[in-house]
């Protein structure tokens, strides 16, 4: 099998389980999604097994190599410096100042800045940004090691 | 690194293709160290030196070099 067509498999995979997921959503039956979740992995295996035309060779495995870990670098740092900030958030951060002190009677308890559900999105959002990162990185990385280049002498 | 590779190639009459083939490679690999681009594997430049049936020292030679600093 070609390696495009693998491809092309990968995305139609894809499409399915979109629409699965859906119609499990619509029908209140999430193991509809399970089950076509399962499948479509032993489907992508199954096709991966039969590709004959691609070679994964050291030198395309540390591009890999290096883009991943550079966006687990980058992605940890905004993560947890995020997640850091809301913890500091919510459990009340102390004050300096004088008149904080003596008034702390009427401010104690949790101290509330973003709902949980927004600090929930936020995250969420920094995990979506980890794929844009690993795209960049990898572009980056297959640049520096000459996978665009194309010249035979 | 420093290589000698596209005159081996030329001395075999093999194009990149031919001998990423023959290494078990891609030819953008070939062509990626040929340009300095990449450095092989210790693994990687002894399979190549080994289809050319000569030492490794003919092929590769080491060279010191300025780093840069950057994201490596």
Known sequence: ?153 | MKNKIKVYRAMHDLTQEDLARAIGVTRQTILAIEKGKYVPSLDLAFRISRYFKVNIEEVFTYEDEVRTVGID
């Open chain 1, 1 to 153: 099998m070609k390696k495009n067509i693998f491809y092309l498999i990968i995305g139609f995979v894809a499409l399915l389980l979109l629409a699965v997921f859906w119609y499990s959503v619509e029908n209140f039956t999430p193991v509809f999604s399970m089950i076509a979740f399962v499948l479509g992995v032993i489907v992508i295996y199954a096709a991966y097994r039969r590709v004959d035309d691609y070679i994964e060779d050291e030198r395309s495995a540390r591009i890999t190599e290096k883009a991943a870990l550079r966006t687990f670098q980058v992605f940890w740092v905004c993560f947890c410096a995020f997640s850091i900030l809301e913890v500091m958030n919510l459990l009340y951060m102390p004050h300096f100042s004088r008149e904080h002190w003596f008034e702390r009677s009427s401010t104690t308890g949790l101290l509330e800045v973003m709902s949980p559900r927004m600090i929930g999105y936020i995250q969420l959002g920094l995990l979506c940004l980890m794929i844009f990162l690993y795209v960049g990185f990898r572009f980056y990385y297959a640049k520096k090691y000459g996978e665009w280049e194309t010249d035979e002498e």
